[in-house]
Each structure stands twice: as C-alpha cells, then as structure tokens.
C-alpha cells in the first residue's frame, strides 16, 4: 500500500509554493470589506509638476481622488526634476524653481505623501545610457541592448546610489526603483566583466550557454533548470539583487525612515526572465512594498493575475503589494477601475497605484472619489498595527475552485498546488482529493495519483466517482499508462 497522502498533504503545506496560496483565493460574488487603511498612490509624469500651476493642479486633483501618495518620475525625458551634480535640472524647468521639493510642500500640506520613482538600468530611457556607455549591457555577440546598463559594473550602482540619494533634501517620503532588472528577452549581460565574474565564481563561461536569439517563454522555462543555465539565472538576480541593495541602504543611511519600494512584481517568471526576485527583496527587508504593473483590462485577467503575484509569498506579506491599475487602458471606462480596486482589496493588496495621474479624467476621478475611495485612508505604515485589516479566511471550496480554473487553462502546476492547499485545511475534502488525484495522472509520473486515488475512496467508497476513481487505479498498476479523465 501506498504511503497515506493525509501527513505528506499537510507537510506539503509548509512548502512556501503551497502556503503562499491560503489567501490567493476572491469570494465570488463578496463586496469587497472596507479599507480605511490602504495605500492610494498614482504615478505623475514630469509635465504635471514642472511648474507652479502644475504642482497646484497635482495635488489638487489627488486630494480630490482621495490619494495619499504620489509617486512623481524623477529623470526622464529630459534630466532631472531636483538638483543633482550628476545631471542638469529639467530644460522645461523655469529658473529658480524646484519641481520636487515644491511638490513635496505642497503634498505635504494636504497629508500626501511624496515617493519620486528613478529609471535605472535602462539607460536609453534615463539618457544615462550614452554617460555610461562603456558599462551597457552586451549580448554574446557583443552588440548593446538600447543602452541598457550592466549592474555588475560598481561604477553603474555608485552612480544610481548618489543620483537617487541626492534627491532626499526635498523632503520626500520614500523613492521607488524602476527598470531594475535585466531587458525581457534573457540575452543579456555577456560583457567581459560578467563572464569573468561568473567564471571566477563557477568555473563556467557563461557564452557556452547563451542563447543565439531571443527565446520565448516557453523556451526559457525548458532551460531553466539546466545545469549551468541555472546557475547563470541565479548569478544574475544576484547582480540585480545587489544594486537594490546598496540602494536601500544608501537611503536609508542618509535618511532613516524613508521609504524604498520597486515597480516590480513576485511572479515566478520575473527571475529568469528579466532576473529580478521582487519576493526576496521584501522578505529580506531590501523594501518596504512592491507595486506590481497589473496593466490588464479584462476583470478575470486581472483577478488571474492578482492570485499570480501571490503565490510566491507568505499570507502575512500580500499587505506589501499595492497594485498597479492601468489608467491609461481604461480611459472611458471608470467602472472598470473601480472593479480593479475592489479586487485588489479582496485579494489582500495592501493598497493600488494607478498609472497615471494625467490619465485620469473627470468621469474616473468622481467613479473612485464617490466610491472606493470615498472614505479617506490611512497609509499602512502611519497605521497601528491593530487598525489593519485582516485578510479573510479561505475555504477548501475556495482553493478548490481555484485548481479546477487552473487544470481548465492548462496550468498543471497551479491546480495541484491549489488542491494541496484545500487538502492542508480538509484532508478528507472528497471534491479535491478527486480532482488532485486526476490532475496527478496527468502529469509525470502518473503512478504518484495512486495513493490520492486510494485517499478518496477511503472518503468517497461509493457512486461514479468511485467506480471512475478504481477503473484508475486498476489502469495505473498495468504497464500501460495513465488513466483517462472522464470529466
């Protein structure tokens, strides 16, 4: 007899990649709770406090919306938008004036916060690019990535360290990072100093497993765990990891207190993608939040999403999220946003931050104002810790209506996850044990549905699951092959 799938199911359950699930589940149909304690935050381009009346018209508009955080672009397209040494103020910029620190007062003086976000490693969009060329990123041809910077370089992270630094005597809040990470297609850094670095570190040169195009998905997730390539990927993050690093610390040297946050995402795909762990970065206390670019339109897209960016962290850190609604997709449409926000709230986010402001228009702004908005927040950290909300409980019917949305797209993975976590709350929910055991004979090897098969019949010995659940079993004891799913 198999080994009983009751104690392995509940040691499974530690596993992060299962116990991350316990809240990634909405209530279908459930009006999302109150939220008095949320981050409400919108990104603002330059043109929107470059002058006197434009930080007047901001805040004014933000104070409308209900926002308490604005998170300002700091260097892009045209310099800077505060003093620095290492680059001049914005040209648009009239003489005397100091776009972020007038922002921050005037902010300040209606109880919003002031989070400036710096473009990074793409240094096409900074203009840093061409400043530091002999530090961009190379693929193993040696051709450059659009000016895209190579963080092993500690020339590039000083750089970014004094930059974003320089910006804290405007009085701001916190600063958020963007763009830190590598470009979407994971050909990218085979400069000299990164082959030497990983060499020194591994024995390996990394070009013997470099890719002689740009791959896919699908692709990259065949190779991932290759011997070599794997190691490479986590060389990489590393690279990354440790230019947020001396960022945050930086910061938080200069200013205790000040708030360090990225425009980044947890999903699973971002570390061998674009080589960024956002899920490391807050359990190690590198920030204090993450705003994931949800940029989706379709409500179920979003939902899926949401439920996505969870699974890599712990019940207790979905609070640090606040995410990212596409504004600039939904123009005309404010109904969508407000649905947008009330599942970010279910989900457990800690807040949401709209990209951007200037998109934003009348109809939007008395859609979020009148309604999820209409109260005034408080920001998570300004807070007690008693005052916060809690995240609802889930159900095994929750989790196992979740697997099933999984099998249904394909996404083996997921739904076993899924049905383990139903399985954690209820060993002898019968519905599960079902689909996990038919779920598992799909996937390889197809014997391990055996004792899930045996599990429910134990809880479930009679009817058509049952004679289904034994015509498996039999199946699986032959050399033939796995069961076919009669659903």
């Known amino acids: 007899m198999s080994r009983p799938i009751g104690k392995t199911l509940q040691s499974r359950i530690l596993n992060p990649a299962i116990g991350l ?19 409400r935050g919108a ?22 919306l209900g926002l308490n955080a604005l998170l300002p672009l700091a260097n892009h397209p ?11 103020l914005n ?14 007062k005037a902010a300040h003086a209606e109880g919003i ?5 710096f473009l990074t490693l793409n240094g096409k969009l900074n203009g840093v690019g061409t400043k530091l060329a002999k530090f961009r990123m190379l693929d193993r041809a040696g051709k450059t990535s659009s000016d895209w910077l190579c963080p092993t370089h500690p020339e590039v992270r000083q750089y970014f360290v004094q930059l974003v630094t320089d910006c804290l005597y405007a009085g701001v809040d916190g600063v958020q990072l963007d763009y830190i990470r590598y470009p979407d297609d994971a050909r990218f ?20 497993f470099a890719p002689q195009s740009r791959p896919t998905l699908a692709q990259l997730q065949d190779c991932r765990d290759r011997p070599g390539y794997r190691e490479w990927s986590a060389w990489r993050r590393q690279q990354v990891t440790q230019l947020a690093k001396e960022l945050s610390d930086a910061v938080r040297a200069k200013r205790p207190g000040t708030k360090v946050s990225a425009a980044a995402g947890t999903q699973e795909v971002d570390q061998f993608h674009v080589f960024r762990d956002g899920a490391a970065w807050l359990r190690a206390g590198l920030v204090d939040f993450l705003c994931p670019m949800m940029y989706v339109v379709d409500e179920e897209a979003f939902r899926t999403r949401a439920a996505a960016e969870l699974l890599a962290l712990r019940p207790q850190e979905y609070g640090s999220l606040f995410s990212g609604l596409p504004a600039y997709k939904l123009r005309g449409s404010p109904q969508r946003l407000v649905e947008h926000v009330a599942s970010a709230r279910e989900f457990g986010f800690g807040g949401v931050c709209l990209f951007p402001l200037e998109y934003l228009d009348e109809s939007a702004v008395r859609a979020l104002s009148d309604g999820p908005f209409q ?8 807070a007690a810790a008693a005052s916060r909300p809690v995240a609802p409980q889930r159900t095994p019917e929750d989790f196992c209506r979740l697997g ?30 079902h689909r996990l055991a038919w779920t598992l004979a799909a996937m390889q090897p197809a014997g391990a549905a055996a004792p899930c098969f045996e599990r429910f019949l134990a809880v479930e010995p009679e009817g058509v699951r049952a004679d289904e659940a034994r015509a498996a079993l039999e199946r699986l004891r032959q050399p033939a092959g796995a069961p076919t799913n009669p659903q």
């Open 21 to 39: 699930l316990l809240l990634a589940i909405p209530f279908c149909g459930a009006a999302p709770p109150p939220a008095p304690v949320e981050f």
């Open 43 to 64: 990104w603002v381009h330059y043109q929107d406090y470059v002058s006197a009346a434009a930080v007047s018209r901001t805040v004014a508009k933000a104070k409308r």
């Open 78 to 88: 045209d310099n800077l938008m505060f003093r620095s040494t290492l680059q001049p």
């Open 91 to 104: 040209k648009k910029v009239q003489k005397g004036f100091d776009p972020l620190l007038e922002l921050a």
């Open 113 to 117: 916060e002031v989070h400036p976000y």
């Open 189 to 208: 850094c085979y400069c000299a100093a990164c082959r030497a670095a990983f060499k020194a570190e591994s024995g390996m040169d990394p070009i013997a």
């Open 375 to 382: 109260e005034p927040a408080v920001l998570p950290w300004r």
């Open 404 to 433: 099933l949305v999984y099998k249904q797209t394909g996404d083996l993975e997921r739904a076993k996850l899924s049905f383990y976590a139903a399985l954690a709350l209820d060993p002898k929910h019968a519905d599960s044990l």
